[in-house]
């Protein structure tokens, strides 16, 4: 009788192989991250947590959507981030591979900032960009 191994195959995507780590595709500062806690806490209910996405629209094609909820969607990864839950859909992940938000407040005024290594081109008003 012959027998036969079958050799182990190792795959980097974290839900087939859970010894890979879950990389969040967009990143929050600490700044941001306090600042979105801050602003969840004022709310009631409390919300479950942030969901950060890409819509289509503005001069340049896209813009950036940041919105509290209550639960996850069907489509959604959940990524925990210095105690918060962040929902990002699966369509805006490959548009938010390796974004920083960060929270800035300067005498012009205050707000989130995106900084996407993926924006090929942002138009004049700097609410919209193209990939």
Same mark, same amino acid.
């Given at each position: 009788?012959?027998?036969?191994?079958?050799?182990?195959?190792?795959?980097?995507?974290?839900?087939?192989?859970?010894?890979?780590?879950?990389?969040?595709? +967009?990143?929050? &500062? /600490?700044?941001?991250?306090?600042?979105?806690?801050?602003?969840?806490?004022?709310? !009631?209910?409390?919300? %479950? *947590?942030?969901?950060?996405?890409?819509?289509?629209?503005?001069?340049?094609?896209?813009?950036?959507?940041?919105?509290?909820?209550?639960?996850?969607?069907?489509?959604?990864?959940?990524?925990?981030?210095?105690?918060?839950?962040?929902? +990002?859909?699966? &369509? /805006?992940?490959?548009?938010?591979?390796?974004?920083?938000?960060?929270?800035?407040? !300067?005498?012009?005024? %205050? *707000?989130?900032?995106?900084?996407?290594?993926?924006?090929?081109?942002?138009?004049?008003?700097?609410?919209?960009?193209?990939?």
């Amino acid at each position: 009788m012959a027998t036969t191994t079958v050799p182990e195959v190792k795959t980097n995507i974290p839900e087939v192989n859970p010894e890979v780590p879950k990389v969040p595709p +967009v990143s929050l &500062t /600490s700044s941001a991250a306090s600042k979105v806690k801050e602003i969840m806490g004022q709310q !009631t209910p409390v919300p %479950a *947590g942030l969901r950060i996405g890409v819509v289509g629209g503005g001069c340049s094609g896209f813009s950036y959507s940041m919105q509290f909820e209550n639960a996850a969607g069907m489509m959604d990864k959940t990524f925990e981030m210095d105690g918060l839950k962040v929902f +990002v859909d699966a &369509t /805006s992940v490959m548009y938010l591979n390796g974004c920083i938000v960060d929270y800035v407040e !300067t005498l012009e005024g %205050a *707000g989130f900032k995106f900084e996407n290594p993926n924006v090929k081109s942002t138009c004049g008003c700097g609410s919209s960009f193209n990939v």
